[in-house]
Structure formats: C-alpha cells, structure tokens
T-cell receptor, first 113, second 111 residues
Framework: AQSVAQPEDQVNVAEGNPLTVKCTYS??????LFWYVQYPNRGLQFLLK??????LVKGSYGFEAEFNKSQTSFHLKKPSALVSDSALYFC???????????FGTGTRLQVFP | DAGITQSPRHKVTETGTPVTLRCHQT?????MYWYRQDPGHGLRLIHY???????DKGEVSDGYSVSRSKTEDFLLTLESATSSQTSVYFC??????????FGPGTRLTVL
C-alpha cells in the first residue's frame, strides 16, 4: 500500500538559517509526490510536485524539494528561512491505483526571529 | 484558490441533527474531494467524485454521504451528526497537473 511519513511533528529554525522538513514515502511504482503548506485558519496551498525529471524541484515562496529514489525521500528545503514561513507542512503521494492523494500527518515549522 | 468556495465556513450543531456542507467550484473540474482534518491524522479522504452522479468512498466514509448533481457542486451530508465528526472539512479539486487545490475549509462543531 502507498504511504507517506513525516517523522517530525515540529521543526524549529532560526530566521536566516536553512530549513529542512522531512518526508519519506512508500509506493509500488513511480511516485508522484507533493508538498503543501497550511497557514492558520486557511486551506492547504500547493507548493511543489515531483512527477518525473530533475531530482531537485523548485516551487513557490523559494522552497525546493529533493527527490531521492534510493532513500525513498522527498525532503522540503529552503536556503534561508523567514518568520513568515511558520506554518503546517504536508507531504503527499499519489496512490497510482486510485489516483487519490495520501497525506502525511504534517510537520509544524516554527521560524524564530 | 482555483475558484473553490465552501459554505458554511463555521457551523455549530447538536448531536443527532443532519448537516450538509457545500463545495462549489467555478472551473469545471471533473474530480472533487471531501477531506477531514484532525490533529495527529493529517487529512483523511471521506468521499470523492469523478463526475456528475459518480462518487466513491474514501478511507473514513462511515456516517457521511455525498451528492453531485451538477459539475460545480459537491455536497457532504452528515446524516446524524456525532461528536466524533467535530472537525475541519476541506473540499478539493484535481487540476490538470495532478496537484489538488483546496477550498478554505468548514469548521464543524458537534455538541
């Protein structure tokens, strides 16, 4: 069965430092992977996706994610964190049998000034 | 927001009453979804639709029903609300690039 795991409930980082939010996945075929961000009292916003091609995917707000097939990971990164990046981040994988998205439990990113 | 609206945005109801949540989209997307979001669970799929009058169950469908009589509207009904259905409900559509876009959410409290 397809699944996705976000091993950290919360990540704390100082403003200006690089940030990483981790995601690992399990799929039986080629993975379709996604990152979403949720600000307080808002819906989820699409950040970026990996379907095929370059392992480094660039997305909105300066975020990028690195697809690593051997480690079955799709970590979200940003070179220099902003306080405004503080939010809840979700990783998701598409179930290739049903085309539905399977979400991780979310990681809360807290960026301190 | 891909033209997705949800109504109501907030609702408080009592156990045993029926509740209907509405999702409306303006861009003629074929696929529509209802999720619930709870702490520690992320988003869980309740039901989805792949066309008018074509719907199917997700992983947490018990106690919920849906209807889609028009492309633009996808309704979620709690036949008899229970306290365990207190949650934030999100509607979503699938865009052409496989990513999903979400509505603003409905916060439902069942007392």
């Amino acid at each position: 069965a397809q699944s996705v795991a976000q091993p950290e409930d919360q990540v704390n980082v100082a403003e200006g430092n690089p940030l990483t939010v981790k995601c690992t996945y399990s799929v039986s075929g080629n993975p379709y992977l996604f990152w979403y961000v949720q600000y307080p009292n808002r819906g989820l916003q699409f950040l970026l996706k990996y379907i095929t091609g370059d392992n480094l995917v660039k997305g909105s707000y300066g975020f990028e994610a690195e697809f690593n097939k051997s480690q079955t990971s799709f970590h979200l990164k940003k070179p220099s964190a902003l306080v405004s990046d503080s939010a809840l981040y979700f990783c998701a994988v598409r179930d290739e049998n049903t085309d539905k998205l399977i979400f991780g439990t979310g990681t809360r990113l807290q960026v301190f000034p | 927001d891909a033209g997705i609206t949800q109504s109501p945005r907030h609702k408080v109801t009592e156990t045993g009453t029926p509740v209907t949540l509405r999702c409306h989209q303006t861009e003629n997307h074929r696929y529509m979804y209802w999720y619930r979001q709870d702490p520690g669970h992320g988003l869980r799929l309740i039901h989805y639709s792949y066309g008018v009058k074509d719907t199917d169950k997700g992983e947490v469908s018990d106690g919920y029903s849906v209807s889609r009589s028009k492309t633009e509207d996808f309704l979620l009904t709690l036949e008899s609300a229970t306290s365990s259905q207190t949650s934030v409900y999100f509607c979503a559509i699938t865009a052409s690039g496989n990513e999903q876009f979400f509505g603003p959410g409905t916060r439902l409290t069942v007392l």
